[in-house]
């Protein structure tokens, strides 16, 4: 039977960690008392907080999947950046791709060779013809939403409940005792965005039906799988039911693969056969340089150019100076190259399964009412005893307390995962005796947890 873990053990080992954690890094709390004076909540970008810990953690170097802080403390980064580092920090052929192409200039407003393969390898990887470059994934989110609004004549969207798709404003609407709300967390939105934001939960195909019948939605967005509130997987059928339901009323489906690239050289799209009309990738796709890419189906293509015969020239609100950039196609024509294959992929997806059994191991034997879900080189286990349908399930099963002890605990011992929750990444610099240190650390833990 599964055995409850006591608050007053997990406030002891935060407790704990916490004090450790200043004990081991006074020159990070160095930095971040003088950041304070000049950085909003003293970091570059305010989520940089999010980790919880007394005070930032700063870090001087970054390679493979070893860090090593202001302090010299050494780590094993299971983070990332949360996918946008997923093929490693500073691999070779990304750094080679940058001495080489950053010598010939970095941006120039018109394409460069590079367009013509990173097209055609789009296209192989992802099976859509027609593809534009962004910033970000957020970004191109916006750009693709704006184009599904355009050609169906529809103002509304979907979202699921608890879904994540970077910081676009539309996207920000949870389901509160099953009444749509704007996020509470979201900062200055100057409209009611549940006028146009539809909001169901994942994996509902009748609160699906109902929604996208009045013939109003102009797009689905979604994850593959919900990736930011722990992962939840899509329940069988349920993704064949998605895509009849938004062809039969009209709807387009566009499929956010940026934290689910993990999943395979195609993400989970290519993996599990979806047949999107549109496609979002960022994060990973340039290396960890700022880069995102959308693309598109024929059929939509088709319909945005009919759609652009009709409108006057002039700006289109989409689109940023720096998109497109001659060194954004130089390093994802790299990284396509040598990190999008089924080669390259196969040892990642392999060790990730057995992080995936250690971990299941590890938790098993504790008698800890935790679980543990995959997604091809993507590793989470979530501090609840069974999976959750949908992001207000998950919502409610997160535990706050607990998985900062946990995340306290690992870091103070060299290991990091990702701050908003227990995921885990492999990469190509990912080893078998990393994986064993995380497996042997989550074990320790937990011993001392459930002591």
């Not at 690239?261 to 993400?267: E, R, V």
């Not at 939509?300 to 720096?322: A, E, F, N, Q, V």
Request: charged content about 20%; proline content about 6%.
């Amino acid at each position: 039977m599964k055995t409850p873990i006591s608050e007053a053990a997990i406030k002891a080992m935060l407790t704990r960690e916490k004090a450790l954690f200043i004990q081991r890094n006074p020159k990070s709390k160095g930095h971040s008392d003088n950041a304070a004076r000049n950085w909003l909540r003293g970091v570059p970008m305010h989520w940089m907080v999010d980790w919880g810990t007394p005070f930032p953690l700063f870090i001087e170097k970054a390679e493979g999947v070893d860090l090593t802080d202001a302090d010299g403390n050494s780590y094993i980064d299971f983070c990332l950046g949360d996918t946008g580092a997923m093929f490693g920090h500073s691999p070779k052929p990304v750094v080679d791709t940058l001495l080489r192409e950053g010598a010939h200039g970095f941006t120039t407003m018109l394409p460069s060779a590079s367009a013509v393969k990173v097209g055609k390898l789009l296209e192989d990887r992802f099976k859509l013809p027609a593809w534009q470059i962004t910033a970000t994934a957020s970004d191109a989110n916006r750009a693709v939403l704006r184009w599904c609004r355009a050609i169906t004549g529809r103002k509304k969207i979907l979202v699921f409940n608890h879904c994540y798709h970077g910081t676009v404003d539309e996207t920000y609407v949870n389901l509160d005792h099953g009444k749509p709300e704007a996020d509470r967390a979201l900062i200055g939105e100057p409209n009611d965005l549940t006028q146009l934001t539809k909001v169901i939960e994942f994996n509902d195909v009748p609160a699906l039906e109902a929604a996208l019948a009045p013939g109003d939605v102009a797009c689905v967005l979604a994850e593959p799988i919900m990736t930011n509130v722990g992962m939840v997987l899509p329940d069988d059928g349920f993704h064949a039911a998605l895509r009849e339901i938004t062809r039969r009323t009209g709807t387009l489906l566009i499929i956010d693969e940026t934290h689910c690239m993990s999943s395979g050289p195609g993400g989970y799209t290519g993996e599990h056969g979806l047949e999107p009309d549109a496609f979002v990738l960022g994060k990973p796709i340039a290396g960890g340089i700022p880069a995102a890419v959308y693309g598109f189906s024929t059929a939509m293509t088709s319909r945005i150019r009919d759609y652009l015969k009709t409108r006057p020239p002039g700006h289109s609100g989409i689109g940023t100076t720096l998109a497109g950039s001659k060194i954004q196609l130089a390093l994802m024509q790299t990284v396509l190259e040598t990190y999008f294959t089924r080669e390259a992929f196969a040892p990642l997806i392999a060790l990730a399964k057995k992080l995936e059994k250690g971990l299941a191991d590890v938790i098993i034997k504790h008698s800890a009412p935790w679980h543990v879900v995959r997604a091809g080189a993507r590793v989470e286990f979530m501090c609840c005893p069974t999976r959750p349908r949908n992001g207000g399930e998950a919502a409610k099963m997160i535990h706050q307390p607990i998985d900062q002890a946990v995340h306290h605990h690992l870091l103070n011992r060299g290991i990091i995962m990702t701050p908003f929750h227990n995921m885990l990444l492999i990469c190509p610099s990912t080893t078998g005796a990393h994986v064993n240190q995380m497996i042997e650390g989550l074990d320790h833990c937990l011993a001392e947890l459930m002591s």
